[in-house]
DNA sequence: CGGCCTTCCGTCGAGTGTCAACGAAAGTAG
DNA sequence: CTACTTTCGTTGACACTCGACGGAAGGCCG
């Protein structure tokens, strides 16, 4: 059967998998029950799988009286995924395993103007070490999996106009890594990133997530009934030039003004300091502020929280999720923003909606991201159709 | 293999329907290239179908120089969906066919503050006489959509403390039906309902869609990668009460001050025509004022869209639709209310996202409720697992 | 108008995947 | 150590799917 062709049974070996996704160990009477295959049958499948070498067995279950039952479980160090974060003036570069644990990061200063071809150089000649520290090459890499500071068209993985990213526009980031890994490559906007790793390491309580990225710009990412919402044109979420009421007159780098971006990012808070003769230029000057405890600086912080909130409170009644988490640098100023944000959003948005509503700093911190970008590649290579490719790929 | 059995062979049978459900009349060698599988299994399989009265055979396609191949399709008249929207004064019941054509409908005057049991009766009553006129009875029906105006939890069919329904709360709708029509009902709120129904006569182009509704009160409906967004608690798209800019000191009946719904709504612009000493009441006196070219109403009307445009545009940051369709009884003031809506989203919004968007007046009407509702019910029954159920039923 | 060609339909045997049953295996309890 | 319980791997029966084949239905041409 393995001659030349695939493995996978009845190629719903794939759908087996997607229970063992998550790591746990079950037995195979659990995954027939759970299928309503019959147990024969799934042991079947189990051994296309282990051939695969996608799982093994591990420590049996408990004795109920008899035999204990054998138990099977996701491998998780069977492949690798690369995650490559790409920020505007920094790349950070990571290895996860299958269940999106971060094995290893490193950064490095990269400016992403210098076009595509010297930052994703630069991110394999770091990931290379990496994979060598683990004793594995790139062939352990699963899947490849990107975020961009900038919008980008996801089902093709091209940047689109983005503002930030000189020489990136309609650049085939797949194309170019196809030549290095073969690896399918997928690409999303950082913001998106970040909310997916964020989620990832949240309950299923999120199953409607807003992330907020508060840094240079403001933007979110919304996760709903478990999919990313990219909305037509891939820029669902870009909440940094929405109107607030506090924005009377004051410019914003987009033309228009008033927009929560001009007001509550690291730079439009630091700015709003060094008014008051503080000297501060970026969010990393804001934050070391507020850590250091000055009230000046934890003023403003918490104005720029009640700007936020403004907004968000809007989309808390447009979206109705269950979890908002706040990210970026500016979250490092922690409780100060989010009061703000409490303070508004529970004065204006409806208490149906605020009830069962968490409003949280991200757990992930400056790891959203990497994080982010190895869930999805790991969703997009676990996925049943990653699945039977890999398959096709392994007994090609 | 019809005996007391399932007619449907592999139980896939229902997913080759999928293909089918547009209506649109397919060969079997179409069906076969479109599923990968033999086109004699697709033969085995439309039999089934077809058993089930489903689908049955068209005029045969165009001869390319030898046997002409026969065609088969959705038979739409097979059986039909009862759809019913509730509304506050009145309730509207209609019959649809399975593609969602109303083949008939009724309106009459009846208070959801009577309870769920008059209503529902009152709606039974209206459809037996609808469903004698086309010959048919109750066991044509496939499945009901109801749609109540109140949030609703949509999995179990209960209203959820609906402030303007009193004996609705987590009343069991579906339950009540299970007496009266042996079919699955489905419930929703009225807003999901009209978003529904329009969406459903806008083309594919319309993935990322936006539905308004401004009446009495103002609402929407958030329909993104073909999938209608409920969020949390099911109140997604509850943009009533957004403050806006020009809400300073309104007073809004939820308790807050500057709601959306205080100034743009029906009543609210009534009462702003009320202070300039003009005789209006409702959403409806404001509609003739304005068809009768009466200045000041038409000025209230675009102010009125200015306000909703403030909002739809932070909404256009948010989710990125490609489509937003504005609907409800104030959509009668057509291009007034959406030359101020226009007028600040275009100002407001980000030029990426308004490039591709169009802003439209809803083309379904009034009738856009009652085709959502068929639409609900219809996606429901012919979907796969209600393919499967109705085989188990027909052939137990 | 009849023969020929093209295309499609229905059936049928071969092959494959799935299932329930059975005996062997691996534990626990006394 | 024996009896009992529970699980595992195998195996034959069964159902489903596929490709092939002969027949059917219509167009084209002499």
Same mark, same amino acid.
């Given at each position: 059967?393995?001659?030349?062709?695939?493995?996978?049974?009845?190629?719903?070996?794939?759908?087996?998998?997607?229970?063992?996704?998550?790591?746990?160990?079950?037995?195979?009477?659990?995954?027939?029950?759970?299928?309503?295959?019959?147990?024969?049958?799934?042991?079947?499948?189990?051994?296309?799988?282990?051939?695969?070498?996608?799982?093994?067995?591990?420590?049996?279950?408990?004795?109920?009286?008899?035999?204990?039952?054998?138990?099977?479980?996701?491998?998780?160090?069977?492949?690798?995924?690369?995650?490559?974060?790409?920020?505007?003036?920094?790349?950070?570069?990571?290895?996860?395993?299958?269940?999106?644990?971060?094995?290893?990061?490193?950064?490095?200063?990269?400016?992403?103007?210098?076009?595509?071809?010297?930052?994703?150089?630069?991110?394999?000649?770091?990931?290379?070490?990496?994979?060598?520290?683990?004793?594995?090459?790139?062939?352990?890499?699963?899947?490849?999996?990107?975020?961009?500071?900038?919008?980008?068209?996801?089902?093709?993985?091209?940047?689109?106009?983005?503002?930030?990213?000189?020489?990136?526009?309609?650049?085939?980031?797949?194309?170019?890594?196809?030549?290095?890994?073969?690896?399918?490559?997928?690409?999303?906007?950082?913001?998106?990133?970040?909310?997916?790793?964020?989620?990832?390491?949240?309950?299923?309580?999120?199953?409607?997530?807003?992330?907020?990225?508060?840094? *240079? /710009?403001?933007? %979110? !990412?919304? $996760?709903?009934? =478990?999919? #990313?919402?990219?909305?037509?044109?891939?820029?669902?979420?870009? @909440?940094?030039?929405?109107?607030?009421?506090?924005?009377?007159?004051?410019?914003?780098?987009?033309?228009?003004?008033?927009?929560?971006?001009?007001?509550?990012?690291?730079?439009?808070?630091?700015?709003?300091?060094?008014?008051?003769?503080?000297?501060?230029?970026?969010?990393?000057?804001?934050?070391?502020?507020?850590?250091?405890?000055?009230?000046?600086?934890?003023?403003?912080?918490?104005?720029?929280?009640?700007?936020?909130?403004?907004?968000?409170?809007?989309?808390?009644?447009?979206?109705?999720?269950?979890?908002?988490?706040?990210?970026?640098?500016?979250?490092?100023?922690?409780?100060?923003?989010?009061?703000?944000?409490?303070?508004?959003?529970?004065?204006?948005?409806?208490?149906?909606?605020?009830?069962?509503?968490?409003?949280?700093?991200?757990? *992930? /911190?400056?790891? %959203? !991201?990497? $994080?982010?970008? =190895?869930? #999805?590649?790991?969703?997009?290579?676990?996925?049943?159709?990653? @699945?039977?490719?890999?398959?096709?790929?392994?007994?090609?």
């Amino acid at each position: 059967m393995t001659d030349g062709g695939s493995a996978l049974g009845g190629a719903d070996a794939s759908e087996l998998f997607q229970l063992l996704r998550d790591g746990l160990p079950r037995t195979v009477a659990d995954l027939a029950a759970a299928t309503g295959v019959a147990r024969s049958t799934v042991s079947l499948r189990l051994d296309a799988l282990t051939s695969l070498g996608l799982i093994g067995p591990v420590d049996p279950g408990l004795s109920t009286g008899g035999r204990p039952p054998r138990r099977v479980a996701l491998l998780p160090e069977a492949r690798l995924a690369l995650a490559i974060d790409v920020g505007a003036s920094h790349v950070q570069v990571g290895l996860t395993n299958l269940v999106g644990d971060v094995l290893l990061r490193r950064r490095a200063p990269s400016s992403v103007a210098d076009g595509p071809d010297p930052v994703l150089s630069l991110a394999l000649a770091i990931a290379d070490p990496l994979l060598e520290e683990l004793g594995r090459d790139r062939d352990a890499i699963i899947a490849v999996g990107v975020g961009l500071p900038g919008p980008v068209h996801f089902e093709t993985g091209r940047p689109s106009k983005p503002p930030l990213m000189p020489g990136w526009d309609a650049f085939d980031v797949p194309g170019w890594f196809r030549d290095h890994i073969a690896a399918p490559v997928l690409v999303d906007n950082d913001v998106n990133i970040m909310a997916l790793g964020e989620h990832s390491r949240l309950g299923a309580e999120a199953g409607h997530f807003l992330f907020v990225k508060v840094a *240079t /710009g403001i933007g %979110a !990412g919304i $996760i709903s009934g =478990g999919l #990313l919402q990219r909305g037509a044109q891939g820029i669902a979420g870009d @909440i940094g030039h929405v109107r607030v009421s506090r924005g009377a007159g004051v410019l914003c780098r987009c033309g228009n003004e008033g927009c929560l971006e001009a007001l509550a990012s690291g730079p439009a808070v630091a700015a709003d300091l060094r008014e008051d003769g503080i000297d501060a230029a970026t969010a990393r000057d804001v934050v070391s502020l507020v850590s250091a405890g000055d009230l000046r600086a934890i003023r403003a912080v918490r104005q720029a929280g009640r700007d936020l909130g403004e907004v968000l409170a809007a989309s808390i009644s447009f979206l109705n999720p269950s979890v908002i988490s706040i990210g970026g640098q500016m979250a490092a100023a922690g409780e100060h923003l989010l009061a703000g944000v409490r303070e508004v959003v529970y004065q204006r948005a409806m208490p149906l909606a605020t009830r069962n509503l968490q409003i949280m700093t991200a757990r *992930t /911190g400056d790891r %959203a !991201g990497l $994080i982010g970008a =190895g869930m #999805l590649a790991i969703h997009h290579a676990l996925s049943p159709q990653g @699945i039977q490719a890999l398959d096709e790929k392994v007994f090609s």
